[in-house]
């Protein structure tokens, strides 16, 4: 079974896919749109990688603020939750992302990619971030 992850933003969408296995996440690609509501080519690709890599679910960040209340973006988020669950047929899983670009973001810093090259990869790391952090609760289910 496989599961994509995926970071959505209002540019961007990051996408991620766990192994066969479900141990490890991996980053795929980042989906980019010149404009926040203009999403049909950005379903369009979600529902490609989701036939190429026959996943079974999908695990989306929710974009909570850090008081745990809702701001407008958790709004855009649940409706493109719905609608990729109408285009694909697949559960979506929503996954608290907070602190998900931040530690993205470290990552990379610690890694040594520079500044100006970093908002390149961060959406396609947070995605996988998340998708990483839904696995090992899975785990976790599965050991207690």
Same mark, same amino acid.
């Given at each position: 079974?496989?599961?994509?992850?995926?970071?959505?933003?209002?540019? @961007? *969408? %990051?996408?991620?896919?766990?192994?066969?296995? !479900?141990?490890?996440?991996? %980053?795929?690609?980042?989906?980019?749109?010149? /404009?926040?509501?203009?999403?049909?080519?950005?379903?369009?690709?979600?529902?490609?990688?989701?036939?190429?890599?026959?996943?079974?679910?999908?695990?989306? %960040?929710?974009? +909570?603020?850090?008081?745990? @209340?809702?701001?407008?973006?958790?709004?855009?988020? =649940?409706?493109?939750?719905?609608?990729?669950?109408?285009?694909? %047929?697949?559960? *979506?899983?929503?996954?608290? /992302?907070?602190? @998900?670009?931040?530690?993205?973001?470290?990552? !990379? !810093? /610690?890694?040594?990619?520079?500044?100006?090259?970093?908002?390149?990869?961060?959406? =396609?790391?947070?995605?996988?971030?998340?998708?990483?952090?839904?696995?090992?609760?899975?785990?976790?289910?599965? +050991?207690?």
């Amino acid at each position: 079974m496989r599961i994509i992850g995926l970071d959505f933003g209002s540019r @961007t *969408v %990051g996408v991620a896919v766990c192994d066969p296995l !479900m141990i490890t996440a991996q %980053g795929v690609e980042i989906i980019r749109r010149k /404009e926040e509501n203009k999403l049909r080519q950005t379903y369009a690709r979600i529902e490609e990688l989701c036939a190429e890599y026959n996943a079974e679910r999908i695990v989306l %960040g929710l974009p +909570k603020n850090m008081n745990n @209340t809702s701001g407008d973006r958790v709004d855009k988020t =649940m409706d493109f939750k719905a609608a990729l669950e109408r285009r694909t %047929g697949l559960e *979506v899983v929503m996954w608290d /992302e907070r602190l @998900t670009t931040v530690a993205a973001d470290n990552a !990379m !810093m /610690e890694a040594g990619i520079r500044r100006e090259n970093r908002k390149e990869y961060v959406d =396609m790391i947070a995605a996988q971030l998340i998708l990483q952090g839904y696995l090992d609760s899975l785990a976790a289910e599965q +050991k207690g």
